[in-house]
């Protein structure tokens, strides 16, 4: 029995941080289950480059001071940028889009989501846990599907009616999000750590996903994941907490196996999402990342691309369950 699955059986304990849910079923046809987006993306950019070029394309920069938009309803975080997100070519790698609705993916990120905002912004009478709208999302290893779950989960939860989302790209080695929603981006987070004289209100990207705002990766360089470990990042990490305290903030961040800086990425987070891949991450991989987050006591785990199962006649693609993080994370 796998370390996840032990924790899925812990049914109905109430006394832990640690979520364990499955979701993101394997897409049929994928040529590589390990790269699921990156195999539909290719498929979706072939044919996009035999089809007619949609008519909407993302507008040229233009400066502004940070401000808030409230067009949506609750303040939206803006930047000098406006980007159009192809949700064609999201729908085809599998991922969530805003009108789901009631689809299969869209239940399964509800779930995911649920606790997150509960521990950002507490229930009940119950306070938020600190730092808890910081979110850092990551995995054990490469291809296990952090980043499609850090763009889906950033998509869910813009859809709420009282949260707004930052997206930032700190996987700064192999940078992904921009890609994959179609955006472009020459500018981000590395060049704001770097140089004094970038705002950050001048690579934020606002897209037309009411209240989603993503933060690219920037400008790669020979000592980029060391950036992320450097007390400029920790810095940037403080102030964009109290300057957005309301609303939630995704990272898409490294593997904790592949480089030592995610680690110290996780030092500043509320809460972590960890993305296994179902049937493929090995049990030792697990435990060895788990113990690099010792330092935050709220990690969710996620089981991805999970074989969907049949629950009661209906067709669900999910399970739920509690694990003590501090008891499986030393098996």
Do not use: W
Request: aromatic share 6%.
């Amino acid at each position: 029995m796998s370390i996840i699955e032990r924790a899925a059986g812990k049914l109905g304990s109430s006394d832990s941080a640690a979520t364990v849910i499955q979701t993101a079923p394997r897409v049929p046809g994928s040529v590589d289950e390990g790269r699921l987006i990156e195999a539909a993306i290719e498929r979706a950019e072939a044919s996009f480059n035999r089809a007619p070029q949609p008519q909407h394309q993302q507008q040229p920069p233009h400066r502004q001071s940070p401000q808030l938009d409230d067009d949506d309803g609750p303040e939206t975080i803006i930047g000098s940028q406006r980007g159009v997100v192809n949700l064609a070519r999201l729908k085809l790698a599998g991922a969530l889009t805003p009108d789901a609705g009631r689809s299969r993916i869209a239940e399964e990120y509800r779930l995911i989501k649920r606790p997150l905002l509960i521990n950002a912004f507490g229930q009940g009478g119950n306070p938020p846990v600190r730092n808890g709208n910081l979110i850092m999302v990551t995995s054990s290893v490469p291809g296990e599907g952090k980043s499609f779950t850090a763009i889906n989960l950033a998509i869910s939860m813009a859809t709420e009616l009282e949260s707004t989302v930052l997206l930032v790209d700190a996987d700064v080695t192999k940078s992904s999000v921009v890609r994959y929603l179609g955006l472009e981006a020459e500018l981000g987070l590395l060049d704001v750590l770097r140089d004094p004289k970038v705002e950050l209100a001048d690579v934020l990207i606002k897209t037309d996903i009411a209240k989603l705002t993503v933060l690219p990766s920037g400008k790669g360089f020979a000592h980029a994941t060391e950036l992320l470990a450097s007390s400029s990042m920790k810095a940037f990490v403080e102030d964009i907490s109290t300057r957005y305290h309301d609303r939630i903030i995704i990272f898409d961040c490294p593997p904790l196996l592949a480089t030592s800086e995610a680690s110290v990425l996780a030092s500043y987070m509320g809460q972590i999402v960890f993305v296994v891949e179902a049937e493929r991450t090995p049990q030792e991989a697990i435990k060895d990342a788990l113990a690099h987050l010792v330092d935050c006591p709220h990690v969710g785990l996620v089981l991805n691309k999970a074989p969907a199962r049949s629950v009661g006649g209906d067709y669900y693609g999910y399970g739920y369950g509690y694990g003590g993080y501090g008891e499986y994370g030393k098996q």
